[in-house]
Structure formats: C-alpha cells, structure tokens
C-alpha cells in the first residue's frame, strides 16, 4: 500500500477506524508509518493516534498551529468554526466520557456497573468500555455555565455533525473523534488536578449511590 493513498483516504473522510485495513497495516508497519508521518509533517500535519482510541485522524502539526489560528484579532478557537462554548463543551464532554472510559480501559474493568472515576494500572484495550451521558443531566448540571439549555442544544448539534458525539435516545455518546479530540496526557493532569476534577468525582459518587440505592 502506497502511503498516499491512506493519506488520502483521512484527507477524503477526516477519520478512519483502526480495524480498516490500510490503518492497520500502518499501525503494524514502522517503515510504512514513518513514511505517512514524513509526508504529513511536510504539510503541517500529524497523525493522531492513541492505542486506546477506536480510530485514527489527522490534526495539524504542533509548529503550524500559530499560522493557523493566531489571526491579528484574536486566537481562534478551532478551525472547524466552532464558537468558545462549543470548545468548553467539547472539553468538557471529553472529560465525562473519554477519562472515564480511559481510567475503565487502563484498569481493565467492563463499563457496567462501575461507578469509580479514576484508578487501576492493568491495560485492556479490547473492550468498549465508552458510557454516554444523558442529555437531561447534562443540562441540569453545566446548562447555566454553558449559556443556557437552548445554546448547549445548537452545541450539540454542532458537534455532532462534526462527528465528536453520537445523539441517540436523549444520550450524548462518544462519536468517532471525540476520543482524539485531545492529547489525553497533556488534558487529563490538568483536569484531574484542576477546577474539574471535583465536578467529575461528585458526578461519579452521585452515579455509584443511586447505583447502589
């Protein structure tokens, strides 16, 4: 397989899962992958890839994020149009859905039934241990700090056509690229020792208790 073609392919569909067959090869490849990620970095781009995450994307490399959104204005947010408070949800729906799920695969534990936020040290990357959110309780819980339940709905909907969420059944899941969306060690210290990491951990006892009532 010529790397161009699966270049080509992310190019053409933004994401790709890891079970496709050009994305495997790569991932068992050195030569092959070296050769995708010389050829993106003559571009300004990267591979985004984690060994936990259901999927491969690209994003742009680390040096050319200052050309691209720093304008004389302002910092952008993204370069996908989204406004600050979709990218302070976005972040927030990442650290409700993927630490969790992160801290189930890192322990090695099944998503059923488990109320723990953080823990555990064995790896187990085959299960999909993602858990959803429901809608109801995200808006009750942040729709005030997010600009009220209409503009966390137009949010929504933005991130979902984007392909970061899933909404199925008044539940927000976890969409193809909502796991890369973040460098998962760069975030999660800052989450896990910042302002958040109370609000998760009072969600996460309030789950196990009705869990347990």
């Not at 030569?31 to 995450?53: F, I, K, M, Q």
Request: glycine share 8%.
């Amino acid at each position: 397989m010529d790397a161009s073609r699966l270049i080509a392919r992310l190019l053409a569909h933004r994401v790709l899962p890891r079970k496709d067959r050009d994305v495997l090869r790569m991932l068992t490849d050195d030569s092959l992958r070296n050769e995708v990620e010389t050829r993106l970095a003559t571009c300004g781009l990267r591979l985004l890839d984690h060994p936990y995450a259901d999927h491969v994307a690209l994003a742009l490399a680390r040096d050319a994020e200052n050309p691209v959104f720093e304008t004389d204005a302002e910092w952008l947010a993204s370069n996908v149009g989204l406004p600050r408070d979709a990218v302070a949800l976005l972040v927030l729906l990442w650290a409700l859905i993927i630490l969790p799920k992160r801290e189930r695969q890192i322990a090695g534990v099944d998503a059923e039934g488990q109320g723990e936020m953080f823990g555990g040290a064995t790896r187990k990357a085959e299960a999909n241990v993602s858990v959803g959110i429901a809608e109801a309780t995200l808006f009750e819980d942040f729709g005030k700090l997010l600009g009220g339940k209409g503009r966390v709905n137009i949010s929504l909907g933005t991130l979902s056509r984007l392909g970061f969420i899933e909404r199925r059944n008044k539940t927000i899941e976890e969409g193809p690229l909502l796991d890369l969306a973040f460098d998962y060690a760069e975030l999660a210290p800052r989450i896990l020792q910042g302002t958040l990491a109370d609000v998760l951990k009072k969600r996460a006892a309030a789950a196990e208790s009705q869990e347990n009532n």
